[in-house]
């Protein structure tokens, strides 16, 4: 049996980082990957540009049972400190909206950047290692399809249910209930929105168009791009949307964020009268787009002059363009999912560590753990916050 200082379950962002932190303290590391290539998520993250951190990261944009478990990891590492080891490295990058930064030419660099760091400080790194069972006494044994391994510490990075055509496992939430810890329930987060009958029929004839809107769902709005597809809507304000929304409830679109769409149809109907309502909105909304409510709101006045019509039926026109009212059937579910919402209840570990409070040398980090980012670079962020955290110590 081979004995390491630190075994690390999960080859990802999270797991490579901690690593990293371990190996520079003269900790002896060894990585285990389940699948056949470890930072698989990386890779394909940000379009195939990886966007690694978000400049304006704050614990506002994590969603979590303790809003403030991440507060201490994210103050102690920051994202211009993941920065400063992204320019070491010599690696381009570029700031898209909202701080969000990606790099130039491929996120093949931030992988080869930590393995690169990973190298320099002796860190072992097996893929296609199927773990079978964990257990504990005086230190962790870890039996795998490559062997056993015993180490002192055991970090858990396996993250969540996402993607599993890339290898996601339900693994570290298993784990952490043989521990006796507490699991909050998982669900897709970060996930396009679908939708049945008529009301896909119509996202589906829609598919390809995109445009600015605001998404709510309760007392939560995100205005952004949204982009109809076959199944329903996509794109950043229904990804971040659907982390806050739950099964059965309406979401509310408004498509002229910032406009009061019955002011505007009142204006036109005083100076055009003569147009109609499908004229008017084709200045401000995709064509297509405007032949499809008009369907929908209003049918029977399709080829009515605004002159004809009443100012409350135009403001009630207008109501409905700035609140349409939607009830998604669901979710594409972890299939497309970018984060798995839930995980390892903060309550069991050290915010401080990540270290269990219940079984010493046992931490738990990254998206296994119930936090999880908006959309833009914030999951990168806690990864590497929570690795840096339990690598200092572990």
């Excluded at 290539?37 to 195939?48: A, D, T, V």
């Excluded at 009443?310 to 669901?330: C, E, F, T, V």
Aim: some cysteine.
């Amino acid at each position: 049996m081979q004995t390491y200082d630190v075994a690390i379950l999960g080859g990802g962002a999270a797991g490579l980082m901690c690593a990293i932190v371990a190996g520079q303290r003269g900790r002896r590391v060894l990585v285990l990957e389940g699948s056949n290539k470890i930072g698989k998520k990386i890779l394909m993250s940000g379009g195939g540009r990886c966007n690694f951190t978000n400049l304006n990261c704050t614990p506002a944009n994590f969603v979590s049972t303790n809003p403030r478990f991440c507060v201490s990891a994210l103050s102690r590492y920051s994202p211009e400190d993941f920065v400063s080891l992204v320019e070491k490295h010599g690696i381009a990058y570029h700031e898209k909206a909202a701080g969000q930064l990606f790099c130039d030419h491929s996120s093949k660099d931030i992988l080869a950047l930590l393995v690169k760091e990973c190298e320099m400080v002796n860190v072992d790194i097996i893929e296609h290692c199927a773990v079978s069972s964990v257990t504990y006494s005086d230190g962790f044994s870890v039996a795998t399809d490559k062997g056993e391994f015993a180490a002192n510490s055991l970090v858990v990075a396996t993250g969540g249910l996402s993607i599993p055509k890339m290898g996601a496992t339900g693994f570290g939430y298993q784990l952490a209930r043989q521990f006796g810890l507490k699991v909050i329930e998982t669900t897709a987060g970060l996930v396009p929105f679908m939708f049945t009958g008529s009301m896909q029929e119509m996202t589906s004839r829609l598919s390809g168009i995109s445009l600015r809107a605001a998404l709510s769902t309760g007392k939560t709005t995100f205005t952004d791009d949204v982009l109809f597809t076959h199944r329903g809507l996509s794109g950043p304000a229904a990804l971040q949307l659907s982390s806050f929304w739950t099964p059965g409830s309406v979401v509310e679109l408004d498509l002229l964020p910032g406009e009061d769409a019955s002011l505007l149809l009142l204006q036109a109907k005083s100076s055009q009268s003569k147009s109609l309502i499908r004229t008017v909105l084709s200045d401000v909304l995709p064509r297509a787009m405007v032949m499809e409510l008009q369907a929908l709101f209003w049918p029977t006045a399709a080829d009515s002059p605004l002159a004809e019509m009443s100012d409350d039926r135009l403001r009630r026109i207008g109501q409905q363009l700035n609140a349409w009212q939607l009830k998604p059937s669901g979710t594409e579910g972890y299939r497309t999912a970018e984060v798995t919402l839930g995980g390892v209840d903060t309550d069991e570990l050290s915010s401080k560590t990540m270290e269990c409070k219940r079984q010493p040398g046992l931490y738990f980090i990254g998206e296994v753990v119930d936090v999880t980012g908006h959309l833009g670079g914030f999951n990168f962020q806690w990864a590497w916050a929570s690795a840096q955290a339990a690598g200092a110590v572990a």
